[in-house]
């Protein structure tokens, strides 16, 4: 609890200071349930900083805004860190989200059907899709496009419902605040001819009898 307590401070001192204040630098100095507890303390805080002067208006949209989500969507999901992750590894790429889907439909040889694919990497980075259920073959072609490594992929989605963050999570996305131009709700970001701002959370179950091999590699484990 001491450790938890000191790196808050120190989070929120660099935060307030105007650093970099990266909350995966001081996630990866914690484990187990600690790790779990501070991710929750430092969602708190971004959400209502102590001692400034709330404003909404600049909260929404905000850099602060989308690490909070990130951290709540990663504590609160199915999917592990990937709400965290999978959006800076994105953006380290200097990718959109349409142009990730596009050439991850390519890799997964599922071309031309994008928005099942689409449906499917929308719920990986907003916690609701079971990371088990995600293939091999999708976390290899994600790490192909991000270049870093599947397992890690696999390994940082690992749910967090016993206060476990893995202990690689930090370390395939050394990456800072994610870069507004290739935020998700970003309008007229590069590649999307519409922004995903107030876009529908598209649902890709499929009755049974109407599976195919998408729903198979997003939903079928291994």
């Given at each position: 609890m001491a450790d938890v307590e000191r790196l808050l401070s120190e989070y929120i001192a660099e935060h307030r200071a105007g650093g970099r204040a990266d909350p995966l630098e001081y996630l990866e100095r914690v484990e187990g349930t600690d790790r779990a507890e501070l991710a929750e303390l430092i969602d708190a805080y971004l959400r209502r900083s102590p001692g400034r002067e709330w404003d909404p208006e600049a909260f929404e949209g905000s850099a602060a805004e989308r690490l909070a989500d990130g951290i709540a969507r990663s504590l609160q999901g199915a999917s592990g860190w990937?709400?965290?992750?999978?959006?800076r590894l994105r953006d380290g790429a200097?990718?959109?989200?349409?142009?990730?889907?596009?050439r991850l439909?390519?890799?997964l040889g599922v071309a031309g059907r994008e928005e099942k694919v689409r449906a499917y990497y929308h719920e990986m980075e907003?916690?609701?899709?079971?990371?088990?259920?995600?293939?091999q073959r999708v976390l290899d072609a994600l790490a192909e496009i991000f270049g870093g490594s599947a397992e890690t992929l696999r390994e940082i989605g690992a749910p967090l419902g016993e206060g476990r963050g893995p202990a690689g999570a930090p370390a395939m996305a050394r990456v800072?605040?994610?870069?507004?131009?290739?935020?998700?709700?970003?309008?007229g970001a590069p590649g999307d001819a519409a922004g995903e701002a107030g876009e529908p959370r598209a649902e890709p179950v499929t009755p049974a009898k109407e599976r195919d091999e998408i729903d198979e590699m997003f939903t079928g484990g291994p």
């Open positions: 990937w709400p965290m992750m999978l959006p200097r990718l959109t989200r349409g142009q990730l889907v596009e439909s390519a890799a907003h916690g609701t899709l079971p990371s088990a259920g995600v293939s800072g605040t994610p870069d507004p131009r290739y935020a998700e709700g970003r309008p």
